[in-house]
């Protein structure tokens, strides 16, 4: 079945600890991102990545590191979370062409105390 | 301003009636567009992609304007199951912001019976 697993799907965490969302997708798709939705802003992107070892910051990649060591993962990293860190992260993937569509992870809803 | 923008709604529709919204972006460069569904924070799920000349599934609509730089979404007949958030998302695609997406915050549409 072609899908984008993420995990944890629920972590709370306190500010300063470092932790990694892992999304890992099984249809050897090129592009993949992170966004982060919070009410009344919907989704913001965080970091993209075209290919393994290509990645680029979105709109909001402030306090976050991704990777893509491998075509199949793109881990997303917080060195050091903070309460307003705290929200509902996607991870998508999609092929190239400009009707591709995106596959989205179920989200983690991460809250930072 | 924001680059994409929809009214938030809520859309309060009886069950059977049709619905229109809209979405406006401010990138002319623009070059796919798409709907997405949301339903309650879960993850989006593409509805259908936005074809220059418009483009119809079964009893949703699509519409591109791009002299005024809108796309609409129309649904026919609505059903109870209907009810979620409608998100728009443009992509510019272009040398410097391959996979750099952005997503309108949402039109919420309630379905009643």
């Known amino acids: 079945e072609a899908q984008v697993t993420q995990n944890p799907r629920y972590l709370i965490t306190v500010t300063g600890k470092k932790l990694t969302v892992t999304c890992s997708q099984n249809m050897n798709h090129e592009y993949m991102s992170w966004y982060r939705q919070d009410p009344g802003l919907g989704l913001r992107q965080i970091y993209y990545?075209?290919?393994?070892?290509?990645?680029d910051k979105g709109d909001v990649p402030e306090g976050y590191k991704v990777s893509r060591k491998e075509k199949r993962n793109f881990p997303l990293i917080l060195e050091s979370p903070s309460p307003n860190q705290t929200s509902l992260y996607f991870c998508a993937s999609w092929g190239t062409g400009f009707l591709n569509e995106q596959f989205f992870g179920p989200g983690t809803r991460l809250t930072v105390l | 301003r924001k680059e994409v923008e929809q009214d938030p709604g809520p859309f309060n529709v009886p069950e059977g009636a049709t619905v229109a919204f809209n979405c406006t972006y401010s990138?002319?460069?623009?070059?796919?567009f798409f709907w997405y569904r949301q339903d309650c924070r879960k993850e989006p799920k593409l509805l259908m992609s936005?074809?220059?000349s418009g483009n119809e599934d079964g009893r949703f609509t699509a519409q591109l304007n791009r002299a005024s730089q809108y796309i609409s979404l129309l649904i026919r007949d609505s059903k109870l199951s209907d009810s979620a958030t409608y998100l728009c998302?443009?992509?510019?695609?272009?040398?410097?912001?391959?996979?750099?997406?952005?997503f309108g915050a949402g039109t919420q549409v309630v379905v009643t019976p």
């Open positions: 990138n002319s460069a623009s070059q796919s």
């Open positions: 998302v443009v992509n510019s695609m272009t040398t410097d912001s391959w996979g750099k997406l952005q």
């Open positions: 990545s075209m290919n393994v070892e290509v990645t």
């Open positions: 936005v074809y220059s």
